[in-house]
């Protein structure tokens, strides 16, 4: 049996490693099969990548659900085969007459609920097989739209560049406050999609994963000297509200029972003695069922 600590392992996931790539090294560190993440990153993308040991995998499904953060720049004037600098390059188109307001104004559009397309090169399932799989095998995937919400757009430098051939490009940085399953590449696609000139994405960073940042995120070299997990009790009052109960109740908890309680949303509950038991959410008429129970 494994004698891995419950928590969170919030990682700065460097460029050129996939999600799967991190789950292993910290496999390894943690001394424990079952370790998860809370959604990937592309490995040209760096960044707060959250993984869960032990007990806290369950609690991973209810934080993909949560708004992320991301730096990112984008470049005007080229597509590529995956709506990033991985991807082969499509057509080049100087970007020299871009007019910043025109370039701000298009940026723009891509805040708030919108419908966006998914990349063709995403993890999106499509008849049982992930969308890049079929893209890879040669096939022509088109998904659908789907609802997104973009929270916040910032566009922050605008930066001419040359390409190979000597046509002018233009590198955006912007930052980005999204919902979960939101593609910064589909915002590079169809922002130089409606300027005319086709667009990628060059860089991503990931800064934020709901309320885990950057500040508490650790490299991999870092985590190798002292590896550091976040408790399981401290992960749920960051990422969730919280409740504190009586003994009585507490002890409803641990077999899943109903509690009479009027909750908000997804919240955590806890023992009087600060134990970590169980997330609840609301069943209506004043009741509250549990979403996952972490205790036995």
Sequence with gaps: MSTAESGLVIVD?????TSHDVVGRVRRLAGTRKVGHAGTLDPMATGVLVLGVERATRLLGHLMLTEKAYDATVRLGQTTTTDDAEGDVLATVSAADLDEVAVRAAFATQVGDIEQVPTAVSAIKVDGKRAYQRVRE?????????PVTVHDLTVRDLRPVASPDGSRLLDVDIAVRCS??????AIARDVG?????GGHLTALRRTAVGPYTLDVAHSLD????????????????????????DEQHAQDVRVGRRLRRDLAGL????????????????????????????VG
């Design 193 to 197: 999609a409606a300027l005319g000139v």
């Design 138 to 146: 040669g096939e022509v995937v088109e998904l659908k739209a789907r």
């Design 267 to 294: 919240t955590a509950v806890f023992a009087p003695d600060g134990e970590f038991l169980a997330l609840y959410e609301p069943a209506g008429d004043g009741l509250a069922k549990a979403a996952a129970v972490f």
């Design 13 to 17: 996931k460097p460029g050129q490693m």
């Design 222 to 245: 870092d985590l190798a000297e002292a590896y550091a997990v976040l408790p399981i009790a401290q992960a749920a009052r960051a990422a969730f509200p919280s409740v504190v109960l």
């Design 180 to 185: 979960s399953g939101t593609y910064v590449r």
